[in-house]
């Protein structure tokens, strides 16, 4: 089974949030604290950074055996094309990601015919896997992407891309 960081209880911070008549209550509602690693961790432990589209989502060769019979750690694969590579070398145009362990939430998802920004680290074979689970790939739906970095709207991918850019110049 492949090890996933978790992020320690000492990390978990507490506050006095603002009371509805402050007029900092609202700022606060905007942005809740990012969920897994952060985005600099994210950055550090991923292989390639970058967009892509999944064209085909197929079972591993073992996805409907139980888990002591099982070879791999997942249960399907996509196969996506690179659109977009934010960091990374010699990333193939079309890559196999690894995912879904088949034990239930938290995961990444991917959907066909979707567009994701994604964190990915090499796997032994080739292919990928996500980074920090679901924390590690957000869809892209238009021109936004939800759930980024704590935001509770839709957030532009050009502002993920360009909070992604300052890291990687550091």
Known sequence: MRAHARVPMSCLICAVLPGPEDPAAAAVAEVAPPAGMPLSERIDASDF?????IDAIKPSRDSGLPNDK???WFVETADATVLETLKGAHI????????NNGHGEP?????????YLVFLSHEPGGAF???NLEHGC??????M?????????????????SDIAKLLVK
Not at 107 to 115: G, K, L, T, V, W
Not at 138 to 143: L, R
Not at 145 to 161: D, L, R, S
Request: charged share 20%; no cysteine.
């Open 49 to 53: 950074v970058g967009i892509i589209h």
């Open 145 to 161: 992407i939800q759930n980024w970095e704590g935001a509770t709207a839709p957030v532009a991918i050009g502002e993920a891309k």
């Open 70 to 72: 099982r070879r791999d």
């Open 138 to 143: 957000f869809k892209v739906e238009g021109s």
């Open 92 to 99: 193939p145009s079309t890559i196999t990601i690894n995912f």
């Open 107 to 115: 995961r990444p998802s991917y959907d066909q015919d979707a567009n």
């Open 129 to 131: 896997a996500t980074v």
